[in-house]
């Protein structure tokens, strides 16, 4: 009588125990265990995966990496099948940056504006906001990075015309403008007429795992309405950005992403969507 006791009392732990871990797992999958807060300002190292390309060690969110590796495969196989029916070498998929942290983006923001890392114009001279202004065309202020999630990825050169009319990297990049969005991936800076000419440049080379990387703008954007230009921590130039900029900055992308994320059903369960 007593083990029968003692196997029903397992049996209801159990059920309570699973239960706990399943909603919890849910919940908390957005962020991976970590607390919003670390997670949306670049402070979730610890949660990405690792991996190399081009001689670095590079970080990713596990889900996305998934994603990506399935489209760098996929990508593999038209490669290869394009260099031998056209006798012309295409590129491979070379990630640059994927994952990076708060300090990763403060010390490129901070010697940017110090002067000690070249921008594409100089900001010699300039006053504190024409020098934020500058540097916003293609950097984020330390918080407020897309970077800081590991669902975002610069690919093979940082520089629009690689990808375009002349640059090696045309076929891949129309490649991708055809296929990116299969494996859940979007653009965020597309042309910047067709975001209203608002935040950051248009980056051809900068890639997002949508179906996460969405959700984490509208957690961002709870947050930084919460807590406003804290989030930032102590940067240079600090005073000179208004509090509405980073809000603009961080939610001005291409509307494609939001329609991936939107078709995405399965966020949680990536492989089944494109196998
Ligand atoms: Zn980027």
């Not at 732990?13 to 399943?22: E, P, Y």
Request: a positive charge; proline letters at 4%; one cysteine or more.
């Amino acid at each position: 009588m007593e083990k029968i006791y003692f196997l029903i009392q397992k049996f209801i732990f159990k059920i309570i125990f699973f239960g706990f871990v399943s909603v919890s797992a849910q919940t908390s999958d957005l962020f991976l265990g970590a607390s919003p807060i670390d997670y949306l300002t670049g402070r979730a190292g610890d949660k990405m995966i690792s991996f190399q390309a081009n001689g670095r060690t590079h970080l990713f969110r596990p889900d996305a990496k998934q994603a990506f590796d399935k489209m760098v495969e996929d990508y593999e196989k038209f490669r290869k099948e394009h260099e031998t029916k056209n006798k012309q070498k295409l590129p491979p998929i070379q990630p640059i940056s994927a994952f990076r942290s708060y300090f990763d983006q403060k010390s490129i923001w901070d010697s940017k504006y110090r002067g000690k890392r070249k921008i594409a114009k100089s900001i010699k001279g300039k006053s504190p906001e024409e020098k934020v202004k500058l540097i916003l065309e293609y950097s984020s202020a330390p918080g407020t990075s897309r970077h800081h999630w590991g669902t975002d990825i610069d690919i093979n050169a940082l520089d629009n015309s690689y990808f375009e009319e002349n640059g090696e990297g045309k076929i891949l990049y129309k490649w991708l403008q055809e296929n990116a969005e299969k494996y859940g991936f979007c653009q965020p800076y597309s042309p910047y007429h067709e975001r209203n000419n608002q935040g950051y440049f248009q980056e051809n080379w900068h890639w997002s795992f949508a179906p996460i990387s969405q959700k984490l703008v509208r957690e961002w954007e709870k947050l930084y309405k919460e807590k406003g230009k804290s989030l930032l921590g102590k940067i240079e130039g600090i005073d000179a950005i208004s509090n509405e900029t980073p809000l603009i900055y961080v939610t001005s992308v291409n509307k494609k992403c939001d329609e991936i994320e939107k078709n995405w059903n399965t966020v949680l369960d990536t492989p089944q969507k494109y196998n």
